[in-house]
């Protein structure tokens, strides 16, 4: 009788067990479904240093874990800068240390901030995103702050300006060119002469002047603003670069 009651007794033990393990799972499922909120401080913690920790990385105020990228964000890695960070700037940048591994875009051209929003739909489509970072682009209840809407709005401006750019510049044809070490660089039309003209929506776009190779016919050579290249004949249909 008394094995009977040992026995039955054990095996309620276990089933409380078996139910306290389930409601534990339930708990962290549910918990880790939800956005969780990083301060700074909390992010760093996750910068690779640490193997019983995943590897997080922030941008733009979107945190992702990026672990299965380790060889790469890990210590060591060609981009272990961005682990345990917001580094937005440096992904445009190209600057990986100090005042560089920031979260500002400050002075940046609509081009540069589009070009931010892009590398974070990247890590949206590729790493699982798992929460944001309190600070410039979310507020302690995890609401977008007016700088991420004009992050998002600048980049929109950004994207609009490049799609008009390439209609405008469709509409006359670009030099093919190639370029060697050994003999520099070279332009040529198959059809018409190579000029350099202005790209005027490039201010807009990166806040600075640029010049492109377009293929003029004769009858387009008189118009304002085109530019012979320095050594090239006027009706030379290749020019040195």
């Known amino acids: 009788m008394w094995l009977k009651t040992l026995a039955t007794s054990h095996l309620s033990r276990i089933a409380v067990l078996v139910l306290f393990i389930a409601f534990l799972l339930r708990f962290y499922i549910n918990n880790t479904s ?23 990385l922030g941008i733009l105020g979107s945190v992702f874990d990026v672990t299965k990228g380790k060889t790469h964000y890990g210590l060591g890695g060609g981009y272990n800068h961005f682990a ?24 940046l051209s609509s081009t540069e901030v589009k070009s931010v929003v892009d590398w974070r739909d990247f890590y949206l489509r590729s790493y699982k995103y798992v929460g944001k970072l309190v600070g410039r682009y979310y507020d302690s209840q995890g609401n977008p702050t007016k700088y991420l809407k ?3 709005a600048k980049a929109a401006r950004g994207a609009q300006l490049l799609e008009q ?8 044809p670009s030099c093919s060119s190639r370029w060697s070490q050994d003999e520099g660089g070279e332009v040529w039309c198959d059809v018409g002469y190579p000029r350099l003209v202005q790209r005027p929506l490039e201010i807009a776009l990166t806040g600075k002047m640029s010049k492109r190779c377009a293929c003029f016919e004769e009858s387009q050579l008189d118009q304002p603003g085109l530019e012979v290249y320095e050594g090239c004949d006027y009706h030379a249909n290749r020019c040195k670069a």
């Open 84 to 107: 345990g960070r917001d580094a937005s700037r440096a992904f445009v940048s190209g600057n990986f240390t100090g005042d560089g591994l920031t979260d500002s875009l400050r002075n």
């Open 34 to 56: 939800q956005q969780r909120l990083f301060s700074t401080q909390e992010l760093s913690l996750f910068n690779g240093t640490d193997q019983g920790l995943p590897i997080l």
């Open 165 to 172: 750019q390439k209609i405008e510049e469709a509409k006359q």
């Open 150 to 152: 004009g992050v998002e």
